[in-house]
């Protein structure tokens, strides 16, 4: 027979409740922000570079896209596309949009060319030193490329990123401690 009184036995059963409710109602909220509100990432090679350096961790927004359309100059993160997939890539991509739908894009003589104007670039790397294009960028697609443009696997190898297939922008750097901050 037991020697807890009642009341004390019922006040250990319904923190133990709580504390269940606590960490499911933890589980479901991380579960939902993640899935469709924010999600963090880190930065596995410097394709991005000098925006985004190897290991950074980022801030990917996945709600703004439901109300806007990407723009250029967006940092995006994106799921492999069909021919990456076709090449085994499984992991999503972080590449910035150049090439909006509809807009004719060429690289040529070190610079990046939208419908025949140059595109003004002060986030890159270095020149890009091959020529790509001209092309016209599909409806419900854009052209990516990476800031470290001579060391970037991006459409001007593998083609266009179908809206679709665009994740979420990045929005802020949270790590490494010195470089945290708004991603611009």
């Known amino acids: 027979m037991s020697h807890i009184p009642q009341q004390k036995k019922e006040k250990q059963e319904n923190v133990f409740i709580e504390g269940i409710k606590t960490v499911g109602l933890s589980l479901v909220l991380a579960f939902g922000i993640r899935t469709f509100i924010a999600e963090a990432r880190y930065i596995p090679s410097g394709s991005m570079e000098p925006t985004l350096q190897i290991n950074d961790r980022l801030i990917i927004d ?26 085994n890539f499984h992991d999503a991509f972080i590449k910035r949009i150049i090439g909006l739908p509809g807009e004719k894009v060429e690289v040529k003589n070190g ?48 083609g266009f990123v179908p809206r679709n297939k665009i994740v979420g922008r990045a929005i802020v750097r949270f790590y490494p401690l010195n470089r945290i901050g708004f991603i611009n």
């Open 62 to 87: 996945k709600v703004s896209y439901d109300f806007t359309s990407p723009q250029r100059d967006d940092i995006v993160v994106f799921n492999p596309t069909e021919t990456l997939q076709s090449e």
């Open 111 to 158: 610079l990046v060319y939208i419908n025949g104007s140059p595109l003004k670039e002060n986030y890159i790397e270095a020149k890009p030193d091959y020529k790509w294009g001209s092309a016209i960028v599909p409806n419900n697609s854009y052209l990516v490329l990476g800031d470290n443009r001579n060391n970037s696997y991006d459409s001007h190898y593998w």
